[in-house]
């Protein structure tokens, strides 16, 4: 067998930026093994799989280890691919997910995502948390997959060296990171080695619960994002009640065939 696969960098303003995020076009759904065994072999931090549903595709995410929730990188690239690639010509993609449906819309040179936002309930502060992360932590909060950890500064985030063996003991998926901006409002590092990521440097579903939680504090519903420690990536978040647009770009890197 023979499948086409598009490596994707996704909230890139070039190549070699952002998330990257595998996608496999399917005609129709191959096993959970095969999905799984494909994404082990890619070993990035996501493969993304879609299958024609109707007017709406399906959609799923594997990471090496296992299929999540909901992925917002994932979810740009499979779009990309589908604009710029495989000839869309509709105004909006409508993906269904384990994560619920999901939309994205292209402006100009952007991608527009349309996902749920998950509102952070505060949380106890830690302490062994903050033993792992070697820094103080302001506040924390809590998601329906994650921690957030507010920390004092950008400057603070950057020099974060985590110890994450200690890390996949945490009974969440994993554990965001954030601080107010320097060139942008906010800025965030995520880490998941519970599901065998030990940063992802751009991560669209950690800013469905940022962008909430940002947006009490700073007052205002458009949020600039910075995400990332070496590799970094951009975008632009705004929260719509229940519901948040995260727009960013993406770049092809490259594209191949898969043989199993």
């Known amino acids: 067998m023979q499948l086409s696969i598009y490596q ?6 070039a190549v070699f930026q952002g998330n990257p995020a595998a996608v ?3 005609e129709t759904w191959l096993s959970d093994e095969t999905l799984q065994n494909i994404a082990t072999e890619n070993y990035l931090s996501e493969t993304a799989y879609f299958v024609k549903d109707g007017d709406s595709f399906h959609l799923r995410w594997f990471t090496p280890s296992k299929e999540v929730r909901l992925c917002g990188h994932a979810t740009l690239a499979s779009a990309h691919v589908l604009f710029a690639h495989l000839g869309y010509t509709g105004a909006k993609i409508n993906f269904n997910t384990l994560g619920g449906l999901l939309s994205v819309r292209k402006e100009g040179d952007h991608y527009v995502m349309d996902f749920p936002t998950d509102a952070p309930q505060p949380f106890h502060v830690l302490r062994s948390l903050e033993d792992i992360l070697g820094v103080q932590i302001l506040e924390m909060a809590k998601g329906t997959d994650d921690y957030l950890a507010l920390v004092e500064s950008e400057a603070v985030l950057m020099a974060l060296q985590p110890n994450f063996r200690a890390l996949s003991d945490l009974n969440t998926r994993g554990l965001i990171v954030t601080a ?6 906010i800025a965030s590092r ?3 080695p519970n599901v065998g990521i030990d940063e992802d440097p751009v991560t ?9 939680y940002w947006s009490e504090k700073l007052g205002k519903t ?6 990332g420690g070496v590799r970094k990536g951009q975008l632009h978040c705004v929260l719509k009640g229940d519901r948040v647009d995260l727009m960013g770009k993406a770049q092809t890197y490259m594209q191949g065939n898969i043989f199993i």
Request: hydrophobic share 45%; proline share 9%; net charge negative.
């Open 190 to 192: 995520c880490f998941f």
């Open 24 to 26: 496999v076009p399917l």
């Open 8 to 13: 994707v960098d996704a909230f890139a303003n």
């Open 180 to 185: 107010p901006g320097i060139a942008t409002d």
């Open 204 to 212: 669209g579903s950690a800013h469905t619960v940022l962008t909430p």
């Open 222 to 227: 458009s949020i600039s994002a910075t995400q």
